[in-house]
Structure formats: C-alpha cells, structure tokens
C-alpha cells in the first residue's frame, strides 16, 4: 500500500513539474592536483528532467576561495579558457555535462592540493531551480 | 643552307636544351628547399629542466617525443593532454619507453624548475618538464609556431591562451604530425604509431 501511495505520488509530481525545471546534479569529480597548484577544475552533470529551461547561474566550493564558470574553447589551434558571467543553459529535458576541453569549473585559492579520494562539497545556485548540492570526487590526476 | 650553317643551328638547339634542363634542375631545387623550409617545425632547443639544470634536446636525440606546450595554473585542457598522452603511451603497450613525454610552459614567470617538475610527477609516468628564461621560452615557441598570451581574470589571476596541439617528433628529430585535442583516439593512436615505428 505504502509503495502505491509513494508511486501515486512520485506521478503526481512528475505531472506539475511540467513546464519547470526539474534538476539532478550528479557525477562530480575533479583531477587530484600537487602542492603549488593554485587552481583545478572540476566536471559534472546536470539533468533537467523538468520541461521548463533553466540556467546554471553561479557555483560556491567552499573547499575553494573562488568556483567560477568556465569555457575552453578552440579557435584556429588556440585553446583559450573564458569565463562564463553569463551561466549556462540547461534547457528543459537536457542532460548538459561540464567535461575535460569543455565548460568545467575552475576552483581557485586552493589552501591545499586536492587528494586522490577527497570528497568536496559544491553547491550550484540555478535559476529557477534553486540551489543543488553535489559531491566532488577527486580522482587520480591521469583521470579521463 | 650550307652545312656550316646547319651544324651551328644544331649547336645552338643543344645549348638551348643544356640551359632549358639546367633550369629545371635549378627551379626543382628551389621549390624543395622551400617546401624543407615550410615543414621545419621543431629544431634543436635548450631549456632548464625540474631540476634547474640546463636541458638540452640533444639528450632527446635518437627517440622519438610527444611535445605540449601549457602552464600549470591551467586547471582543464593541460591536464587533460597530458593524462591522454599517458593514457595513449600506455595502450600502445611499447613501454615509457617508446616515446617521451615532454611538458613545456608557456608561463616562465609563475612555473620555475620546482613548479614544472611537482606538475609532470603528477601523471604517474614519467613526463619530461621543461621551464627557462621568457627569451628561452619564446625562441622555442617560434620554433614550434606555437602561439601563447596571458589573459587577465577576474580573481586578479591570469589565464593563457595557447596553441593546444602535441606535436609528433620521430626519432630523426624531425616533425611528423600533431594530435588536436579534438582528434579522437583512433587518430591519435595511429599518429603515434608513425613516430615509435
């Protein structure tokens, strides 16, 4: 009975969030990073589930002093790293994923090198859908 | 026409054919010096190493090399190349040996001897991590075509754009390919299976 309550409901729930943005933030992980090494970057992915467009606004690592938005992206060879003040769309129904050579996010001000099996706390402010929390992985440096 | 005259008519059509092959041979050299000079990407350099001591590329003389150009404050695309290269080395199943691996920064004034050697230690297989002199830098760059520029960011850090490509050195010396970021696996595996032969 409890299980058919629960299901009812996960249906009903599904039905509203028509038309909005319905976030999973998943799959985190970062390269491990040696002493010295002020910045890195961490990956991720997003699911909209929700039919509603969202966007990814703003990032806070606290393990970090600075978590920004980032974009590589290659022009005539040249590989140039930008920052992304404007956020990035998730649009509704979309699977975006932050992977190596792509958008990723920088953290910066590292007071220590990030360690193989660290797991770092992230939270990701989206416009419509608020804040989501994620856990970073930190994997071995030659991670792909 | 008498035949003093025929014979020298003869003459002068063997001497135009003398100077019309010479001219080929002269012009056919001249485009491959040409074409030589437009591939020579590469050349000998000297550098400092992670130990600070002078490196020369004579001592990468003889084997062939995989050669990046990046910065150690690049949290994505350096990484990422280098971690590929290691990965790649290790699916051609020839060893550490069959290639260097050799890191260059394009950032002197932040990555000094000590920074380039913490950075390539990081890839559990050995990487070749090279600084120097900006005016060092800069003359292997050129030699390379390889472009860089700092670009400031708003945490009053700066960022550098580069030329992301590897470059393929067969055991000659000489240049063979480049590995894009965006080539797939299959592409790169198959460059890197030109130069360790």
């Given at each position: 009975m409890k299980l058919v309550l629960a299901f009812a409901a996960l249906l009903l729930a599904a039905c509203g969030a028509r038309g909005t943005a319905d976030i999973v933030v998943e799959k985190g992980w970062a390269r491990a990073t040696v002493a010295g090494q002020d910045s890195a970057a961490a990956y991720l992915t997003i699911v909209n589930r929700g039919g509603g467009d969202d966007r990814l606004l703003a990032v806070s690592v606290p393990r970090a002093s600075m978590a920004m938005l980032h974009t590589s992206s290659m022009e005539d060879g040249i590989m140039r790293m930008r920052d992304m003040s404007d956020g990035l769309a998730v649009p509704g129904g979309a699977t975006v994923a932050l992977a190596p050579n792509g958008t990723h996010i920088m953290l910066s001000g590292l007071a220590a090198p990030l360690r193989q099996g660290e797991q770092i706390p992230a939270t990701l402010r989206f416009a419509k859908a608020g804040t989501k929390d994620v856990m970073i992985k930190v994997e071995e440096a030659s991670a792909q | 026409m008498s035949l003093k005259r025929v014979r020298l008519l003869l003459w002068v059509l063997v001497g135009l054919a003398a100077a019309g092959v010479a001219a080929l041979l002269i012009y056919q050299r001249s485009v491959q010096t040409r074409t030589e000079q437009a591939i020579a990407v590469g050349g000998p350099f000297s550098l400092t190493d992670s130990n600070g001591l002078p490196f020369s590329s004579v001592k990468l003389a003889g084997k062939p090399f995989a050669i990046f150009f990046g910065f150690t404050h690049c949290p994505d695309v350096c990484p990422t190349t280098l971690a590929r290269l290691a990965r790649l080395r290790g699916q051609l199943g020839?060893?550490?040996?069959?290639f260097a691996i050799v890191f260059v920064t394009v950032d002197p004034e932040r990555d000094g001897p000590q920074e380039v050697g913490r950075y390539t230690a990081l890839f559990n297989t050995p990487v070749i991590g090279l600084t120097g002199t900006p005016a060092a830098i800069e003359q292997v760059k050129k030699q390379f075509g390889v472009f860089s520029q700092k670009v400031a960011q708003p945490n009053s850090d700066y960022s550098v754009d580069h030329t992301a490509a590897t470059f393929l050195i067969g055991p000659d010396g000489k240049f063979v390919a480049t590995i894009a970021p965006e080539e797939g696996d299959s592409a790169a595996l198959a460059k890197l299976k030109r130069i360790i032969g």
């Open positions: - | 020839r060893g550490e040996d069959s």
